[in-house]
């Protein structure tokens, strides 16, 4: 995956100016997630189909929101 650039805010970031959250980005065949208050450092990157499966496994551990 070439260096996302459509980078999006997850939507459980709340007010304010919205630093307290990851954000992902997309292409055909792969999502990137990064750290909103540090960009510029590391990415997980996921095959599309890997990612669904990540965020299925986080759902079902029951980690509190926020």
Not at 14 to 32: D, K, L, Q
Not at 39 to 54: E, K, Q
Request: with cysteine; glycine share 10%.
């Amino acid at each position: 995956m070439t260096t996302p650039v459509n980078w999006r805010k997850s939507s459980y970031s709340g007010g304010g100016e919205g630093n307290n959250c990851v954000e992902i980005a997309s292409s055909p065949t792969h999502i990137a997630i990064r750290d909103s208050k540090t960009p510029a450092r590391a990415t997980l990157t996921f095959p599309a189909g890997d990612f669904t499966a990540f965020v299925k496994a986080l759902k079902s551990t029951g980690f509190p929101e926020g």
